[in-house]
């Protein structure tokens, strides 16, 4: 087996279907299901089980998952010490981070970056999954948690306020006691503006639930319900209105992260200044005093 054959078992043994490990790895799902036909070509040996809607670890397949994950490990840690001791100010910066800090906050900044070092491609991918900075999902994540892991390098960049907003209609006192909520899907009904919202309408009904912002925003402006949105965008959004005014600001840290071998790359180091020199610029914005 080559790399690319163990990247394929990997994947799709991490993920259970062809099209998440394509989502994983950048191609399409063709491409993965290729791919995995030419490893079991090459091979001569079934290490995936094909079940009704995913795959599944074959015997063989389990015993071959600690050893292909140890090497991931080796060939990670050579690509970034390689990678990390080249000074061009060029190539990609492959970057994720939530929908809610995209489009508003990271974009400007890499218009301003493009400015500077046109040679600098960003790759930018709005995902509410952490991808991984070790296993090169991912070589910048900007998030609203902490970082795990002792070969990230992370650090505190700004903060972010978050209100409940509605169309007109739910200013009224009396529309508040049956208020409906717009939140998320269940898979991020941990998150702190989730509980929040609970909290402030611990009886309203659920009228709708997405993990996309949009979706949210758009469903509020209809009227569908409340939702909690960052202060700095609902604010400029026709058709949105605060609510609970005597509520203070829900606040969340905004965190920036890098593996520690990367760090010192030019090029990921200037698409990291640039992202911190626009937070810096809009604190005020995303922060705003209640």
Known sequence: MDWDDLRTFLAIARHGTLSGAARALGVTQPTMGRR????ESRTGARLLQRLPGRFALTPLGQSVLSNAERIEVEVLSAERT??????ALEGVVRMTTVDTL????????LAALQERHPGIIVELVPDTRSLSLSKREADIALRLSRFEGHEVVARKV????????????????????EARVITVLDD???????????????NAEVALRSNSR???VWAAKSGIGIAAFACY????????VRLKQDVPNLTRDIWLGVHSD?????????????????????????DPVH
Do not use: C, N
């Open 36 to 39: 995995l036909a030419a490893m």
């Open 82 to 87: 390689i990678t990390g001791r080249d000074v």
């Open 188 to 202: 991020q009904a941990h998150l702190p503006e989730a509980k929040w919202l609970h909290a402030q309408f611990p």
């Open 102 to 109: 995209a489009a508003q906050l990271v974009v400007p900044a």
């Open 262 to 286: 990367m760090r010192d790359m030019p090029r990921i180091r200037a698409v990291m200044d640039a992202v911190i020199k626009t937070l810096r610029d809009k604190k005020a914005a995303l």
């Open 233 to 240: 965008y609902a604010e400029e959004e026709p058709g949105l």
């Open 214 to 216: 949009d979706v949210q």
């Open 158 to 177: 700004g903060s972010l306020a978050l209100g409940l907003y509605a169309s007109p209609k739910w200013l009224e006192a009396e529309a508040l006691v």
